[in-house]
């Protein structure tokens, strides 16, 4: 017998070539709920590592303060002036004492400085400034008790002023101040035998300032 395939046995054939479509349309929906599933399974991961509950512990070092120091300086003048003079003749010596006490809780050195003024009579006033301690002082700027530290100036008034400006500059005869800590000082003024001082006149401002070290 003939093997030969007549024309209608190869069209009856071909329905075993198409059904292979939908055993491909199955794999292709399966390999789609995989996906699907794969990505609900992650966000249900991260929902879980977002939100499990954990141990915890602390420890708190409390409630940490700071405070500044102080520089606080004063004297007994009670508001007034050393020196009110008129009338100064030659070879006339004016003293006068002030004690200034430093308060505050930094240590500071304290120095003395100051602005001289006027039509020129400092020139012609030897002034000598001591440090110490035990002065009267007050409004009356006693000296007595006074006991002497140390020189810090002996020269002119003028001298003074263009000498010592500012802190720098200043007169150290007060270091390493503590509270309270009182430092008495003694300004004796004369008047040079110069014919040249007549009719003169000057003005004086004493400044103490108190910087911690």
């Given at each position: ?156 008034l003028a001298n003074f002023g263009a000498t010592y400006t500012n802190y720098g500059t200043g007169l150290a005869g007060f270091v390493g101040a503590t509270n309270p800590t009182t430092r008495s000082y003694q300004v004796a003024v004369t008047v040079q035998n110069n014919n040249a001082a007549q009719g003169l006149n000057a003005t004086a401002t004493f400044t103490w ?5």
């Amino acid at each position: 017998m003939s093997s030969h395939h007549s024309p209608g046995d190869v069209s009856r054939s071909q329905p075993l070539h198409r059904r292979r479509g939908p055993v491909a349309s199955s794999r292709g929906r399966t390999v789609r709920v995989f996906v699907v599933v794969a990505a609900l399974l992650m966000v249900g991961l991260v929902t879980l590592e977002g939100s499990r509950a954990a141990f915890t512990a602390t420890t708190t070092n409390g409630v940490n303060n700071f405070a500044a120091g102080t520089v606080v300086l004063s004297d007994d003048d009670a508001g007034g002036v050393m020196f009110n003079l008129a009338n100064m003749a030659p070879g006339t010596t004016t003293t006068r004492c002030i004690n200034v006490t430093y308060t505050g809780s930094l240590t500071s050195d304290v120095k003395l400085y100051g602005v001289v003024g006027g039509s020129g009579l400092a020139t012609y006033l030897d002034t000598v400034i001591t440090v110490g301690t035990g002065a009267a002082g007050g409004a009356g700027f006693g000296c007595a008790g006074f006991t002497p530290t140390s020189v810090l100036h002996s020269n002119t008034l003028a001298n003074f002023g263009a000498t010592y400006t500012n802190y720098g500059t200043g007169l150290a005869g007060f270091v390493g101040a503590t509270n309270p800590t009182t430092r008495s000082y003694q300004v004796a003024v004369t008047v040079q035998n110069n014919n040249a001082a007549q009719g003169l006149n000057a003005t004086a401002t004493f400044t103490w300032e108190a910087q911690n070290v």
